[in-house]
């Protein structure tokens, strides 16, 4: 069960964020080096939280953000000593953070002035946690290990909820073009992707 709590009615909007599906040869590149897929995706759990954190710091006066991004947070810190855990049953060391040029292309399209950065913040993590739970729902469909598979299956369930979370508070910051800007993004991110290679990581 996710560590985020039951009680926040957080519903089902996906659907304003049509995401593309990945590359299909990404699966077999990732499968080919997991080695590097879960060193990548321990620093994805750690930036996932430290960006819901971030938010908490810009807009401290917003109570309903700072609940949800705290308790996000803490489920993002959560998975990362789960996959560190996975590292460990490996008898793999963490490697260092060799950024990640996919959400720094997907952060240009932040803009600068409120409420709009507001806005494309959320909506902009939205769109990575949307495709990091696409991509980390293709590991637990073909991972060989059951304990690896359960994880990943378990860690793409969460994703979906935060991804959710994002497109809530979205949606009560900008009820009137959240959807129209979620699209816009949503195909902004397939241009990034057109232009990303294709690597062992979960981005």
Known sequence: MS?????LDIPQLGDALPLIASD???????????????????HCERKAAQSALSLIRSYPEQTELVIQMARLAHDETRHVVQVAGLLSRRGQQASYDH?????????VHIRTKEPERLLDRLLVF???EGRSAE??????????????????AFLAEAEVRHRDIFLS????????CWRARAAELAEIEAGVLAEHPILARIH
């Open 126 to 128: 939205a769109v990575i």
């Open 99 to 107: 950024g990640d040029a996919y959400a720094a292309a997907m952060r």
């Open 3 to 7: 560590e985020i709590a039951d009680d």
């Open 135 to 152: 991509r980390l729902g293709l590991l637990a469909g073909a991972l060989d290990d059951p304990k690896s598979r359960d994880l990943y």
């Open 24 to 42: 299909p040869r990404w699966l077999p590149v990732a499968l080919a080096d997991l080695e590097t897929v879960h060193a990548d995706h321990l």
């Open 169 to 176: 508070l979205a949606r009560d910051a900008a009820p009137q």
